[in-house]
């Protein structure tokens, strides 16, 4: 009898805790979407220590923050954001190096480095955010977010490099049909790139970084 009680507690235990992080999760969300993205980094730093076996926590804490360091003036603010998105990144990657939606992130990260800094920042951040894509592409080249943030990435480089934009945009125009098509069953996972893909296409031969994801 004792064991079915503890089985029983365990069962509830989990049932409760699910529950929590479903309902934290979107409230945190939500404070995202209504623009208050300090609030809801810290929404989902507590849930992230909450529920360390869950990724997703940290994923919205690097995309939050990398986005947020994209729009910040101050150059303290700026460092000091990109290490909270990195510190959450790395936490997922050392657990899941393979994920490609964190290795965008870390791309996205790299990429606010460059445009914050290019003449600074090129040769350091440019060939890593180049690898990072490669790997993402050979991890899941069906992912939207993957082929829309590298052509984004390309895109922005063609305009230093010179050269040609027709196959990058070919792949911006292929990405529709990635995001119909791309399904997880997963909770809260990531369904963004509608606006960074409608942006890009809109200005096909050139493309700037300084959009809100």
Same mark, same amino acid.
């Given at each position: 009898? #004792?064991?079915?009680?503890? $089985? %029983?507690? $365990? ?14 999760? #979107?409230n945190? $969300?939500?404070?995202?979407q209504?623009d ?9 730093? #507590?849930?992230?220590?909450?529920? /360390? *076996?869950?990724?997703? &926590?940290?994923?919205?804490?690097g ?9 910040? =003036?101050?150059q ?11 510190e ?5 990657? #050392?657990?899941s /190096?393979?994920?490609? @939606?964190?290795?965008v %992130?870390?791309?996205?990260? +790299? =990429?606010?480095?460059? !445009?914050? @800094? ?7 951040? +440019? /060939?890593k955010?180049?690898?990072?894509y ?7 080249? *069906? ?7 590298? !052509? ?7 305009k230093? =490099?010179g ?6 945009? *070919? ?8 995001? @119909? ?5 997963? /909770?809260? +996972? &990531? ?8 942006? !890009?296409?809109?200005?096909?031969? +050139?493309?700037?970084?300084? =959009?809100?994801v």
């Amino acid at each position: 009898m #004792k064991i079915v009680l503890l $089985l %029983i507690n $365990l069962f509830l235990a989990q049932v409760l805790g699910a529950q929590n992080y479903d309902v934290a999760m #979107k409230n945190a $969300l939500q404070t995202w979407q209504q623009d208050d993205t300090a609030e809801a980094s810290a929404k989902f730093e #507590k849930i992230a220590a909450a529920h /360390p *076996e869950q990724w997703l &926590p940290n994923y919205y804490i690097g995309l939050i923050n990398a986005t947020a360091a994209l729009n910040s =003036t101050d150059q303290d603010s700026t460092t000091e954001i990109l290490n909270k998105a990195q510190e959450a990144i790395d936490s997922e990657l #050392k657990k899941s /190096p393979q994920n490609a @939606e964190l290795l965008v %992130i870390q791309a996205l990260i +790299y =990429t606010v480095y460059l !445009a914050k @800094e290019p003449m600074k920042n090129g040769q350091l951040y +440019y /060939p890593k955010v180049m690898e990072i894509y490669s790997k993402a592409i050979g991890i899941a080249p *069906e992912n939207p977010r993957v082929v829309i943030e590298k !052509a984004r990435f390309n895109l922005e480089s063609a305009k230093y =490099t010179g050269g040609s934009t027709k196959s990058i945009c *070919e792949d911006l125009q292929n990405a529709g049909k990635l995001l @119909e098509d791309f399904k997880s069953d997963e /909770p809260f +996972y &990531p369904d963004w790139g509608k606006n960074q893909l409608k942006k !890009a296409l809109t200005k096909c031969n +050139y493309s700037s970084f300084d =959009t809100k994801v």
